[in-house]
């Protein structure tokens, strides 16, 4: 299963670069099914990892149609993790925010892992890109992308703690927000 959704996700991402990067989209869901791998063996919560994004932003793709191609639980899961694009930036992250304390912990992983990645690629590019690297984000301001951030970690604390995943994240983003 965890093939075939690679598999799905590379055609559904094919074209779409990382903010700012010509970096191949699909190196970001690969590295979020990385992430959750080390948290579970679970096949379809790596699988909807990897599909994580794949609602929100490639077109034709819909639960239901995750629901046909792989399982309602993995749709379900990717559903959960999915952001309304039709709500602006702040109503979008202060939802994600409130909601991911209180999600299945299957959707807790792949959050976590989805926010890893992205602050992997903060702590990547920043140093190279310098205050300019702020300007590919929707929200170009760096406090609230850090806001953000923060609101996720401060939701996860209590059950992921002890994951090193966890850690890592904290200290990234203690590293780029203070």
């Not at 191949?24 to 869901?29: C, L, R």
């Amino acid at each position: 299963m965890i093939d075939r959704a690679v598999e799905f996700a590379t055609k559904a991402h094919e074209g779409q670069f990382r903010k700012g990067t010509r970096r191949p989209y699909i190196v970001h869901p690969i590295e979020v099914k990385d992430i959750v791998s080390t948290m579970t063996r679970d096949e379809e919560v790596i699988s909807a990892a990897v599909l994580h994004d794949t609602i929100e932003d490639c077109q034709g793709v819909t639960r239901e149609v995750l629901a046909l191609e792989f399982s309602p639980r993995v749709a379900a899961m990717v559903a959960g993790e999915s952001e309304d694009k039709s709500k602006t930036w702040l109503e979008r992250k202060s939802a994600t925010i409130q909601s991911i304390g209180s999600a299945p912990r299957e959707v807790q992983m792949i959050g976590l892992a989805d926010k890893l990645s992205n602050m992997r690629d903060i702590d990547r590019d920043y140093p190279k890109v310098g205050e300019e690297l702020w300007n590919r984000f929707r929200m170009k301001d760096k406090k609230m992308i850090g806001w953000y951030y923060k609101g996720i970690r401060d939701a996860l604390a209590k059950d992921f703690q002890k994951e090193s995943v966890f850690q890592e994240y904290c200290r990234l983003i203690q590293k780029n927000f203070g």
